[in-house]
C-alpha cells in the first residue's frame, strides 16, 4: 500500500461481516489490508494466502482470518467481526502510518492522509 | 489532531470541543479504530507521525500541559458531601502517576529537531515498543467490534456480553473498560460517565465483574499509566 501503489486501501468501515461470504473490496476497505497477486498485503509486508486467496472476486473470510492470524467471532448466524490481523504480533506490523478516515464533529469526512508534509501528533481521549 | 474514543457518537464529547474551540482537526471514532489501528489501549494516548508519514512513536500516554505533581492521597479526598464512591475513585486517581513533563520535553524536542531528535524512533523500534497482539488481542477487538455495533442498533444485553468479553481477553486495554463501564447508569450530573461502578443503591445490578476503582487497585495506580521511556 506505498505510494507506488496508489491510493492507499482506506480502513473506513467496520470489521463487522454480514456474510458468509465477503468481496475483495469489502475486505480492504473492512481491515486495510491489500489484496495484491503476492497475498495480503500492508505496506511492504505481504502474507501469501495459497487457497485462502479470493474467488471470483469474493473470499472465505473465516479461511482469510486464519492466514493473517485474525480472531473470528461469531455473535449470530448473521453477524460475526474479523479482530485485526497479529502476523506481527505487534499492534504495529509496519511504521507506515495507516490511512485513517473518520469524520469530525460537524460530520464531515477527514483523511490522516491529508496531513503529508506535517508532522502529526494524534492525541485519543474520550469524555470518560 | 484529536480523536475521541466514543461509542455513542459525538454529542458525549461536543461540549469539551465546543469549550477548547480547537483550530486542529477533531475527530469522533464511534468503533474505536485507535485501538485496532495504532494500539492505543488508554487514554489519554498519542501517536508522532512524521512529514512522510511515518510512525516515529506509537501509542503512549500523552499530556497537553505539565502536571504538578498529585497531593497525596489522604489530601486528596474531596468535600465529604460527595458520594463514598466518588471518594474512593478520587483517592485512587490521586495514586496515578503522570510523566507529562518528560513527555512534553521530548514532544518539543522532536518539533524542533525533527528525524534528529533522539526521541523519534526507527521503524524497528516503533513496531517493537507497539502494544502486543496475539489472538486473544484480536479476539477482543472483534467482540469490542460487535458489542459497539450491537449497542448503537439497541441490543445493550447483547453488547455487555461482547464488551465483557473484550475485557476478559485484552485485561490491560482500558479503553475498552473505561468505554463499557461509562455507558452504565451509576451515578448523576456530571460525573456520571466517570462513575464507573456499581451504583449505590442497587450494586448488583452492575453487569460487568470489574469496575474503575476495584481494577484499578488491582493493578496499582502508580501502573495505570507507563512510565514515559526515551
Known sequence: ?128 | MTICLEATGPEAGRPYVDRAKPEHPTLIDPTHRMDDLFGVTNIPNSVWIDEAGTIVRPAEPAWPVVREPRPPRDAAVPAPDLPEHLRELAAEAAGIVVDSGPYLEALHDWAEQGSRSQFALAPDEVLARSQPRGLEESAAAAHFELGQHLLVSGDPASARKHFAESHRLQPDNWTYRRQAWSLEPGGEGPLARFWQGPSEGTPGDWPYPGDWVKDIRAVGAENYYPRFRA
Open chain 1, 1 to 128: 500500500m506505498g505510494p507506488a501503489c496508489g491510493r492507499r486501501a482506506a480502513y473506513t468501515s467496520p470489521m463487522l461481516i454480514t456474510t458468509s461470504s465477503m468481496t475483495v473490496a469489502e475486505f480492504e476497505a473492512g481491515t486495510g489490508w491489500e489484496l495484491k497477486p503476492e497475498g495480503a498485503c500492508r505496506a511492504a509486508l505481504c502474507v501469501p494466502l495459497g487457497d485462502a486467496g479470493p474467488i471470483d472476486g469474493t473470499l472465505d473470510p473465516q479461511r482469510l482470518a486464519a492466514r493473517l492470524g485474525m480472531a473470528f467471532v461469531r455473535h449470530s448466524d448473521t453477524l460475526a467481526a474479523l479482530g485485526p490481523a497479529t502476523v506481527t504480533g505487534r499492534a504495529l506490523t509496519t511504521a507506515e502510518a495507516p490511512e485513517l478516515v473518520l469524520d469530525d464533529f460537524d460530520g464531515r469526512e477527514f483523511r490522516l492522509s491529508s496531513l503529508r508534509g506535517e508532522k502529526v501528533v494524534l492525541v485519543a481521549w474520550a469524555p470518560y
